[in-house]
């Protein structure tokens, strides 16, 4: 099953898309962009239910300012898990939406098996994002930075053009912080995917500047698996993890050595095999 359905949710009308079958992992994020990074050999193991958040999804009335928090894109997960009947899950949060999986993960501990947080930074306060860029200036080779000012450049043409997808084109005209592959062009991976500003704005604006990942892995008492790229100048560097060691004894940290911000489109050979490994682990409670 690869078509897409929906969930509606608070007046959003929030897609979702199943590939595979077998232990379900919901990711959260776009149902449009995610399924095209993740393997065909994952989906042949496991089934990804791959769901939309309110920043990718589409109102179906005016928004209000409280339809920004972080509460109501939990609430939603909570409400898609119900419709699809998600009873055990593993759930996996990619990049902002690290923040998202394990909130819900927090909220909603009964429904949660384990808990994959792939390339984020502990948080996105202006101070680590300071600090990531500062990281990227003094390590970068210096044709990783002169890529990163050719394409940099056109970004403001790109939101003076298309504002509504200033999200969008942030995240094409940062390849060279994104990709271990510097040159790489991932415009098509963003093909068809919605993007609702306000709500993307005060997620990653202000929302994930105000909690910290390893604060909350302290409640945490799920398997977790942390996933970071060596070369993902966007939340770099990797050291910020640094204080989840060997303590952490339900904690995994992985680092992929030759991977961006997106270890699972990049080093797929190394990445499937080390997370299905980590997933067919003993688990809390059966699958049903």
């Not at 399924?35 to 769901?51: E, G, H, M, T, V």
């Not at 680590?128 to 940099?152: G, L, M, P, V, W």
């Not at 094409?172 to 510097?182: C, K, V």
Request: glycine share 4%; aromatic share 16%; proline share 5%.
């Amino acid at each position: 099953m690869s078509n897409y359905q929906t969930v509606l949710s608070d007046g959003f009308e929030l897609k979702y898309s199943i590939r595979g079958s077998g232990k379900p992992i919901l990711v959260i994020g776009s149902s449009v962009y995610y399924p095209r990074l993740f393997s065909y050999d994952l989906y042949s193991k496991f089934q990804f239910i791959f769901l939309d958040h309110r920043g990718f999804g589409k109102p179906t009335r005016a928004l209000k300012a409280e339809d920004y928090t972080l509460d109501k894109v939990i609430n939603d997960i909570e409400t898609a898990r119900q419709c699809l009947h998600l009873d055990h899950f593993i759930i996996l949060g990619h990049s902002g939406h690290a923040f998202m999986a394990l909130e819900y993960a927090k909220q909603y501990p009964d429904h949660v098996h384990k808990v994959v947080l792939l390339n984020s930074a502990p948080t996105n306060s202006e101070e680590r994002q300071r600090k990531s860029f500062s990281f990227f200036n003094e390590t970068a080779c210096s044709e990783r930075k002169a890529r990163f000012e050719k394409d940099i450049v056109l970004l403001e043409e790109d939101i003076k053009r298309d504002p509504d997808r200033r999200f969008v084109h942030m995240c094409i005209r940062m390849g060279a912080q994104s990709f271990y592959d510097y040159t790489i062009d991932a415009a098509y991976m963003w093909n068809d995917v919605y993007t609702n500003m306000p709500i993307i704005d005060y997620l990653w604006g202000e929302a994930f500047g105000q909690l910290n990942l390893i604060q909350s892995l302290a409640d945490i008492h799920k398997p977790v698996f942390i996933g970071l790229g060596r070369y993902d100048y966007l939340v770099a560097p990797v050291s910020l993890w640094d204080s989840i060691d060997y303590s952490y004894k339900n904690v995994k940290k992985v680092i992929f050595e030759h991977s961006g911000h997106n270890p699972m489109f990049e080093e797929p050979h190394h990445f499937d095999p080390t997370l299905s490994e980590w997933l067919n682990e003993d688990l809390f409670y059966p699958f049903n």
